[in-house]
């Protein structure tokens, strides 16, 4: 794939406080990442925009999401949260596509993470992959907001704050990154738009199927 997005992350000097709004002032300086449509001619009127920064210890992420229907189920940790509404997080701090975390979240805040060992190439896209559910990222920190009702159509929206602590999202030697390092990366969304629970899937790095574990498409995830 040519062209794949890029997103440059800026070091923060004190750490934000969880609250889910994404309220705290130190979000102002960091970029807009706006996730698109991956259902050509089947746009959904809603944006979902995130934000990324650091601190010596954690990489933060804000999200915003307009919803016009929210919806979640699952009340437990590492329920698949990733058949439902949710924000999903890929990185990959050794820059290696082929092994890569996977971090998801719903509109009540019920995570689901796992470590991605993965088998595909663009040569055999539907190759296995491995997911393991036994991993958890030990004192990531979120919280998320929802403004609206649940189970009901409106204009309504929901955000998602989050703390993931450097020291457990291994790769590179360097736990925490140098300005100057890079991490492959992509950004998702499941959006469920109506009671028939039909889904959009929006993407960072958009491919030409529903399909997000295909690692040779992620973006670069830049430190300042």
């Known amino acids: 794939m040519n062209n794949l997005p890029e997103y440059y992350c800026t070091k923060i000097q004190r750490e934000i406080e969880i609250t889910g709004s994404g309220d705290d ?3 102002q300086n960091a970029d807009v990442m706006r996730l698109q ?19 010596d210890t954690c990489l933060y992420i804000s999200a915003k999401c ?20 949710c924000m999903e997080f890929f990185l990959s701090p050794s820059s290696l596509i082929r092994q890569y975390y996977e971090i998801n979240f719903s509109p009540t805040n019920v995570v689901f993470d796992s470590l991605i060992l993965n088998h595909r ?4 896209p539907k190759a296995k992959f491995i997911g ?19 189970d009901t159509a409106g204009d309504f929206s929901w955000s998602l704050e989050v703390a993931i602590p450097f020291i457990n999202l291994l790769g590179p030697d360097n736990i925490v990154p140098n300005p100057g390092d890079s991490w492959r990366m992509n950004v998702y969304r499941i959006d469920i738009a109506a009671e028939d629970k039909k889904q959009f899937h929006y993407a960072w790095s958009a491919f030409e199927e529903i ?3 295909r690692p040779w498409g992620f973006g670069t995830l830049f430190f300042k």
């Open 25 to 27: 002032q130190l979000w």
């Open 37 to 55: 449509n991956m259902t050509p001619n089947n746009a959904a009127p809603v944006s979902t925009e995130v934000r990324m920064t650091y601190s």
């Open 66 to 85: 307009e919803d016009k229907y929210i919806y979640a189920s699952f009340t437990e940790r590492d329920a698949p949260v990733f058949t439902e509404e």
């Open 121 to 124: 190439s663009p040569e055999v």
């Open 132 to 150: 393991l559910t036994q991993y958890d990222c030990e004192g990531l920190i979120s919280k998320t907001v929802i403004n609206g009702e649940m």
């Open 211 to 213: 399909d997000f574990h």
